[in-house]
C-alpha cells in the first residue's frame, strides 16, 4: 500500500456527512442544499444531441491528445475569450475534467528527489491541491488569503525559503471558496518569483466564465501574453465546461500554455489512459464553439446574487465575490457558535445544507483562514437560493 495515502485528509463532504451524523431535519421545510459547488441549471439540448451524435468512434481507442478538431476548438475560444493564439498542436490538451488533471498535473511535475519538494497553495483551498501535493511525495505549503482585500491571497507571506524549495504554485482565480480574481500585478508577482526560482504554475480557472460585472475576469495566460510572455514559460491553465456550460458529468476540460510541459503531461497522460472518448469529444466540441448558452448562463447567476446577497448582508458579513458562483459569509459573532456548529444548526432546524469553511482550510501559524466562514454555492434554481437566504435569515434572528 502507498504510505503516501495515509497522509490523505478526510474530503470536506465526508466530514460534513459526519458532522450531520444523527440530524433530522424538519419535514415542514423542504430539503435546500447550497453545500456542494455542483451546477444544477440544465444542460443545454444542443450539448446532448452533439453527445449522441458522436457515437460512431466508440469501436477505436480515442488518441490521448484528443481530436485535432476538438483541440482548436479549444485553441478557437481562447482566441475569442482571451485574444490568445495558441498552437491548438503543441500548446492544448484535452482532459476530462480540471480536477484529474490538476491531480494528475502534480504528478507529472513534482521530483521528489529533490530535498524539500513544496508545492505553494492558497489558504483555504481547493482539497485537489492538497492531495496532488501529498501523493506526489511533496509537501503542502498554505499561502493565507486577507480578508482585507476580499480575501485575495497574500503571497508576500511566503517566506523566501519555501519559494526556493516550491517546485509548483497552484493558483485559483476566481477563487475557491472566495471568488477573489488575480490582477495583473499579482500575475506579475507571481511570474517573477517563477523566474527566480524555476517553479511552475498551475492556474486553475474553472470559474473564469461566472462573472457579474461587465470586465470577464482576467486569465494566467492572458496576464502572461500581456506581460510580454508569450510563450508561457512555466504557466499552465486548466479550463473546464462544468461550470460554464452545465455539464458537471460530461467531465471535459482543457489545459493550455507552456508547450514543454504539455508535452511532458501528454507523455504522463498517455500512461495514465486518460484519453476522453469520441462521444465527449463530440459533445466538447459544440459547448466550445458556442457562447449563447454560456451568456445566458451567467444571467441566471447574476440574477441569484442580485436577489440572495442583500438578504443575507442584513444579518451577515457577506459580499457580492469578484466571480463564481460562491458566497463567503462570516458566522456573526453574537450567535456564539462555530461554522461547524452553525451548519448543523441551520441542517436541524431549517433543512438548509452549507459548507463549513474552516473544512475548505487547513491551520496555519495558528490560524484556520477558513474558520467562522461558511461557503453557500447558488446552484439550484433561484427560488430556491432565495428560500435558503429567507430561512437563514431567520435562524439568525430566532437564535438565542
Avoid at 37 to 62: D, M, N, V
Avoid at 119 to 129: A, R
Avoid at 130 to 146: M, N, R, V, W
Avoid at 395 to 400: L, V
Wanted: aromatic letters at 10%.
Amino acid at each position: 500500500m502507498n504510505p503516501l495515502l495515509s497522509h490523505l485528509q478526510p474530503y470536506p463532504f465526508e466530514r460534513l456527512r459526519q458532522l450531520f451524523a444523527g440530524v433530522t431535519p424538519p419535514a415542514s421545510h423542504r430539503a435546500i442544499s447550497l453545500g456542494m459547488g455542483e451546477p444544477r441549471h440544465p444542460t443545454p439540448a444542443f450539448i446532448k444531441e452533439a453527445l449522441t451524435q458522436s457515437l460512431s468512434g466508440l469501436a477505436s481507442y480515442p488518441a490521448t491528445a484528443g481530436e485535432p478538431r476538438l483541440r482548436q476548438a479549444c485553441a478557437d475560444w481562447m482566441q475569442r475569450r482571451y485574444g490568445l493564439a495558441v498552437d491548438a498542436a503543441t500548446q492544448v490538451l484535452p482532459i476530462n475534467g480540471s480536477r484529474e488533471a490538476l491531480f494528475a498535473f502534480a504528478q507529472t511535475i513534482i521530483d521528489p528527489t529533490r530535498a524539500g519538494a513544496t508545492v505553494v497553495c492558497p489558504n483555504p483551498f481547493y482539497q485537489i491541491y492538497e492531495g496532488a501535493a501529498l501523493l506526489s511525495g511533496a509537501t503542502p505549503y498554505y499561502a493565507p488569503s486577507d480578508p482585507a482585500r476580499n480575501f485575495a491571497v497574500d503571497w508576500d507571506s511566503v517566506p523566501e525559503s519555501v519559494w526556493q524549495n516550491t517546485q509548483l504554485l497552484f493558483v485559483c482565480s476566481p477563487g475557491n471558496p472566495t471568488g477573489a480574481v488575480m490582477p495583473l500585478a499579482e500575475w506579475q508577482k507571481l511570474f517573477e518569483l517563477s523566474d527566480r526560482h524555476g517553479f511552475v504554475i498551475a492556474s486553475d480557472e474553472c470559474y473564469s466564465e461566472i462573472y457579474f460585472q461587465g470586465e470577464p475576469p482576467l486569465g494566467g495566460l492572458e496576464a502572461a501574453a500581456q506581460l510580454g510572455r508569450a510563450d508561457f514559460r512555466n504557466l499552465i491553465a486548466f479550463t473546464s465546461l462544468s461550470k460554464r456550460s452545465n455539464v458537471p458529468g460530461l467531465r471535459s476540460g482543457f489545459v493550455a500554455g507552456d508547450a514543454r510541459l504539455i508535452q511532458a503531461f501528454l507523455l504522463y497522460r498517455t500512461y495514465h489512459g486518460s484519453a476522453m472518448g469520441p462521444a465527449v469529444q463530440g459533445a466538447s466540441i459544440a459547448a466550445w464553439n458556442d457562447e449563447q448558452h454560456v451568456n445566458e448562463n451567467r444571467a441566471l447567476y447574476r440574477r441569484k446574487f442580485e436577489e440572495v446577497t442583500p438578504l443575507l448582508a442584513r444579518v451577515m458579513d457577506v459580499a457580492l465575490p469578484d466571480a463564481g458562483f460562491y458566497l463567503w459569509a462570516r458566522v456573526p459573532d453574537a450567535l456564539g457558535l462555530t461554522d461547524a456548529q452553525f451548519a448543523r444548526e441551520l441542517l436541524a432546524q431549517y433543512n438548509v445544507t452549507v459548507l463549513p469553511g474552516s473544512y475548505l482550510a487547513r491551520e496555519a501559524g495558528g490560524v484556520n483562514p477558513g474558520a467562522q466562514r461558511i461557503r453557500m454555492a447558488l446552484v439550484a434554481e433561484a427560488e430556491e437560493c432565495v428560500e435558503a437566504a429567507q430561512r437563514i435569515v431567520q435562524f439568525i434572528q430566532s437564535h438565542p
